[in-house]
């Protein structure tokens, strides 16, 4: 057997009810929006600190392995105790290799001028705020980590001295006025 509800104390009785819980529910809603918002920004620190220490990690391994290993070995004795023959060997190539250094190629002209001075530039003449890869790009240098984290030091350097500003979460613009 069906239940009927008296149509008008039944629907004014349940308006009632649900006008009543209107309230709450927003209240929740507002709740859970800002909840959501705090853990969208944690994960993206996180997202970031993973992405800096892999970086870190990645130089250091880098600069562990290209480091002289020294450890265990002892000195026998300065330059001045070796024979002539040895050091005349080792001399050697240091000075082909600075002659080499000055056979380089010219750096494109973005380089020429400055890290900081070509950051700059391109950030002045920007017409939107700009992330670091963005400008590494812009100036024309290897694409590699390495170079990315360079501007971005750059970028912070700049944005204390106001020279710059942060726009945003990883974008960066030129202090207008």
Known sequence: MAT?????????????QLQGELPGLESRK???????????QRLEAVRTAVESLKTLSTATAAATTAA??????????TTAQRPASRTARKAAPRAKAASKAGKKKAA????????????VE?????????KAGE???????????????AVRGTLERLVKASRARRA??????????
């Open 4 to 16: 009927t509800i008296d149509a008008p104390d039944g629907i004014h009785s349940t308006i009632e």
């Open 30 to 40: 507002q709740e859970l929006e800002q909840e959501l918002a705090a853990v969208a």
């Open 68 to 77: 002289p290993r020294t450890a265990g070995r002892r000195k026998t004795g």
């Open 108 to 119: 494109p002209a973005m380089r020429a001028k400055g890290l900081t001075d070509g950051i």
């Open 122 to 130: 391109i950030l002045s003449k920007a017409k939107r705020a700009m």
């Open 135 to 149: 400008i590494n790009q812009a100036l024309g240098r290897p694409e590699t980590v390495g170079q990315i984290e």
């Open 168 to 177: 945003g979460r990883g974008l960066y613009e030129a202090v207008r006025g």
